[in-house]
């Protein structure tokens, strides 16, 4: 019989569960473009009821979110602070570039949190020479630095200087519902002080597809013509929104046992020689391990670690990433543990 690997890459490889996909069986549906899908009409209202928006656009996907959020948001030539290691700039196959005409200046931090600050130092004085700063993106919970949390706090700063220097924000917010569940801070907290927000169903709330932006109706608006020009306008989309409904009733609070299977995994696997996590970055669902002492690359021990039984991604020359989700237990974040500890390097 084959044996079932350990599936740790992304909490976007759930599939979704029979209760889901009963769900979806008993969508409503209508065309969507002529506004007459209740399934989806629904999913808007509830999310932005949730998030204390004024409304929200559902769109196939989160690069689509972000990438219309920021066309939306911005002219031609303007320019984004954001930070190195964000998705936006590294897997948006240079989006803002592309559909948005966007300059880019990139903060480097050790952790995903930019200090506002530096923020503040990186803004362009009105001159006839420079491109205008005018937008933030924040990514939250940060991916590449490890599922990292930027505090309320530090947001509220950057709001401040936003104020001060009439810049916009946009949230990246892929990964939000983690950062709620870890410190118990309301979503619609998490939201206030942005002028864009991108949330997804699709990673650890387990929905198959979809992405959800919030606004105020003016911006929504904007970006459900510019939904259209990208081609993410949907018909019986009620189909996919079924399961984003599902997901949001019932797989928010869960994410509380994805953030104590990443510390089962985290400790386990800093117990291993070769392995070092960095604890302090283990904040939600996602442990990057530096493999470095192991002398291996990091295509090289995920393989062996594949081999195993066990599935992680490279995450840099000498890093690889695990990330925990509704598909995968405690028991089988123990047991891959106890394989990568009886394996030599
Ligand atoms: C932080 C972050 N933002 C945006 C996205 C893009 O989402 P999608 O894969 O749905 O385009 C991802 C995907 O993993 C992500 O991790």
Same mark, same amino acid.
């Given at each position: 019989?084959?044996?079932?690997?350990?599936d740790l890459r992304s909490d976007?490889i759930?599939?979704?569960s029979?209760?889901?996909?009963?769900a979806?069986?008993n969508a409503?549906?209508g065309?969507d473009?002529?506004?007459?899908d209740?399934?989806v009409?629904?999913?808007?209202e509830k999310?932005?009821?949730?998030?204390?928006k004024?409304?929200a656009?559902?769109?196939p996907?989160?690069t689509m979110?972000?990438?219309?959020a920021?066309?939306?948001?911005?002219?031609?030539?303007?320019?984004?602070?954001?930070?190195?290691?964000?998705?936006?700039?590294?897997y948006?196959?240079?989006?803002?570039a592309?559909?948005?005409?966007?300059m880019?200046n990139?903060?480097?931090t050790e952790?995903?949190?930019?200090p506002?600050?530096?923020?503040e130092?990186?803004i362009?004085?009105?001159?006839?020479?420079?491109?205008k700063t005018k937008?933030?993106?924040?990514?939250?919970t940060?991916?590449?630095?490890?599922?990292t949390?930027?505090?309320?706090?530090?947001?509220?700063?950057?709001?401040?200087?936003?104020?001060?220097?009439?810049? !916009?924000?946009?949230l *990246? %917010?892929a990964?939000?519902?983690?950062?709620? #569940?870890? &410190?118990g $801070?309301?979503? /619609?907290?998490?939201?206030a002080?942005?002028?864009s927000?991108?949330?997804?169903f699709s990673?650890?709330?387990?929905?198959p597809?979809?992405?959800?932006?919030l606004?105020?109706r003016?911006?929504?608006?904007k970006?459900?013509r510019?939904?259209?020009?990208f081609?993410?306008?949907?018909?019986?989309?009620?189909?996919?929104?079924?399961?984003a409904?599902?997901?949001?009733?019932?797989?928010i609070k869960?994410?509380?046992?994805d953030?104590a299977n990443?510390r089962?995994?985290a400790?386990? !696997?800093n117990?291993? *020689? %070769?392995?070092d996590?960095d604890m302090?970055r #283990?904040? &939600?669902? $996602?442990?990057? /391990?530096d493999?470095?002492?192991?002398?291996?690359?990091?295509?090289?021990?995920?393989?062996?670690?594949?081999?195993?039984?066990?599935?992680?991604?490279?995450?840099g020359?000498?890093t690889?990433?695990?990330v925990?989700h509704?598909d995968?237990?405690?028991e089988?974040?123990?047991?891959?543990?106890?394989?990568?500890?009886?394996l030599?390097?």
């Amino acid at each position: 019989m084959k044996k079932t690997k350990i599936d740790l890459r992304s909490d976007t490889i759930t599939k979704p569960s029979p209760e889901m996909r009963e769900a979806i069986f008993n969508a409503k549906v209508g065309d969507d473009v002529f506004g007459d899908d209740p399934t989806v009409n629904l999913l808007q209202e509830k999310t932005a009821e949730l998030f204390r928006k004024d409304a929200a656009l559902f769109v196939p996907s989160g690069t689509m979110s972000n990438q219309l959020a920021l066309k939306t948001l911005s002219e031609p030539g303007w320019e984004m602070i954001c930070e190195r290691e964000c998705h936006i700039v590294n897997y948006e196959t240079g989006g803002p570039a592309v559909h948005s005409s966007l300059m880019i200046n990139m903060l480097t931090t050790e952790y995903g949190v930019m200090p506002a600050d530096e923020i503040e130092a990186n803004i362009r004085h009105d001159d006839i020479h420079t491109p205008k700063t005018k937008i933030v993106t924040v990514e939250n919970t940060h991916n590449r630095h490890g599922g990292t949390i930027c505090p309320l706090d530090e947001i509220l700063k950057i709001r401040k200087v936003a104020d001060k220097h009439n810049l !916009l924000m946009h949230l *990246d %917010g892929a990964r939000l519902w983690n950062a709620h #569940v870890a &410190t118990g $801070i309301p979503l /619609a907290d998490w939201v206030a002080p942005f002028d864009s927000i991108s949330v997804c169903f699709s990673k650890g709330l387990g929905a198959p597809i979809g992405s959800m932006m919030l606004g105020s109706r003016d911006f929504i608006e904007k970006a459900r013509r510019n939904r259209k020009l990208f081609g993410g306008a949907m018909r019986q989309v009620g189909i996919i929104a079924a399961a984003a409904i599902y997901a949001l009733d019932n797989n928010i609070k869960r994410l509380a046992d994805d953030h104590a299977n990443a510390r089962l995994l985290a400790e386990g !696997l800093n117990n291993i *020689d %070769g392995f070092d996590v960095d604890m302090p970055r #283990v904040q &939600t669902n $996602i442990v990057i /391990a530096d493999i470095s002492k192991t002398g291996k690359s990091s295509n090289e021990v995920v393989s062996t670690l594949e081999e195993n039984g066990v599935l992680s991604v490279p995450f840099g020359p000498t890093t690889i990433r695990f990330v925990t989700h509704l598909d995968v237990s405690r028991e089988e974040c123990e047991k891959a543990v106890e394989i990568i500890s009886g394996l030599k390097f």
